[in-house]
């Protein structure tokens, strides 16, 4: 059963993310790495940074940007960060959050003990991306063969099931949905087009070609899934 995702960081403290029946159930990822979330979230208020929820997961922002976001999984918990192409990593914590992500974005943790023990190297890395942000700055764009829209690169990073069924596509199906979505400069247009054919995405369909179409997640508002 598709669920619509949260928009209230509290719920997914407390519930999960919505996206599948173990939402609000013992057996909800969130609440089986509730203790290290809870510690994540106290660093990243702690930093200075508002939280907010999209994806349906925990974002903390600071001067207008994307900073960070979590995400709790069967075996691990993570803290990705936006824009992680800035980072010096130092500490050499940072490992990829999927096929898709051109530098290694995250910090993963795959015990509650971890978040204490790397807690002055997260402080230090959020501290950071705080001051790029804080001066306007962004990491230089990589060349790809095909010009992925970033609307698209963080859709996958932050969506698992759509990564998985995208790095499943032809060369030539992959170009053609980056496209479809570089047909329109306008953001909110490329998030809408994703939301509505996530569906055919996941059935293994080129944006050309007929298939499932609308996607359920469709109905809720392109804010959710990716941020303006």
């Not at 969130?30 to 990243?44: F, H, K, N, P, Q």
């Not at 096929?99 to 023990?117: G, H, L, Y």
């Amino acid at each position: 059963m598709q669920r619509a995702m949260i928009t209230d960081p509290d719920v997914f403290f407390r519930d999960g993310c919505g996206r599948c029946d173990r939402f609000a159930t013992q057996d909800c990822s969130a609440r089986i790495w509730a203790a290290g979330l809870s510690e994540l979230r106290a660093l990243c208020l702690g930093a200075g940074l508002s939280e907010t929820a999209k994806w349906g997961h925990p974002t903390y922002m600071f001067a207008g940007r994307n900073i960070a976001i979590f995400g709790a999984f069967r075996g691990n918990i993570r803290l990705t960060f936006f824009n992680a192409a800035l980072l010096r990593d130092p500490e050499g914590v940072l490992e990829k959050q999927g096929p898709n992500t051109q530098t290694p974005d995250m910090i993963c943790f795959r015990s509650t003990t971890e978040v204490a023990e790397k807690a002055p190297v997260i402080t230090a890395y959020l501290a950071e991306a705080m001051g790029y942000a804080s001066v306007g700055v962004l990491p230089q764009k990589t060349p790809r063969e095909v010009e992925m829209p970033p609307e698209l690169i963080e859709a996958l990073d932050f969506d698992p099931d759509l990564a998985e069924a995208f790095a499943a596509l032809t060369p030539g199906r992959q170009k053609s949905w980056a496209f479809h979505l570089n047909t329109t400069q306008n953001p909110a247009t490329r998030v809408a087009r994703i939301a509505r054919t996530r569906g055919k995405i996941l059935a293994g369909k080129g944006a050309l070609e007929r298939g499932k179409g609308a996607s359920p997640l469709a109905a809720l508002t392109p804010e959710v899934f990716w941020p303006m």
